[in-house]
């Protein structure tokens, strides 16, 4: 229901941009986040929007690096990432559910998870 793509190898100090593609059913007023899991390490969170009013929250360390975005129409939230680097490299994960907008970056809120799509940054 969620399908996650966009992925790939970039270079430090490149820029990627994913999508999120929803399908099967509606998530009208949900929140549609993004998290990332590096390997040895917890799954962490990275953005979320609001899909009915576009409230944004993001990592305190990706601020201005990093933006989330929809298009409506396409039932689809970007992940635009600039300014890449090495540690940016991790399995990005597309999540949805109706999560009190407090608790949005804590993973387990979440019901409904994309498969990931890899995303590696070398320097």
């Known amino acids: 229901q969620l399908q996650a793509s966009g992925g790939g190898l970039v270079q430090a100090g490149g820029s990627l941009r994913l999508s999120c593609t929803a399908s099967?059913?509606?998530?009208?007023?949900?929140?549609m986040s993004w998290f990332r899991q590096a390997p040895g390490k917890e799954r962490e969170f990275v953005a979320a929007?609001?899909?009915?009013?576009?409230?944004?929250a993001y990592a305190d360390s990706l601020k201005g690096r990093f933006t989330i975005s929809r298009d409506t129409a396409k039932n689809t939230v970007y992940l635009q990432m600039n300014s890449l680097k090495p540690e940016d490299t991790a399995i990005y994960y597309c999540?949805?559910?109706?999560?009190?907008?407090?608790?949005?970056?804590?993973?387990?809120?979440?019901?409904?998870w994309g498969q990931g799509t890899q995303v590696t940054v070398s320097s």
């Open positions: 929007m609001r899909l009915s009013g576009g409230n944004t």
């Open positions: 999540a949805a559910d109706n999560v009190i907008w407090g608790l949005v970056r804590r993973p387990d809120e979440y019901s409904y």
């Open positions: 099967g059913r509606t998530f009208t007023g949900y929140t």
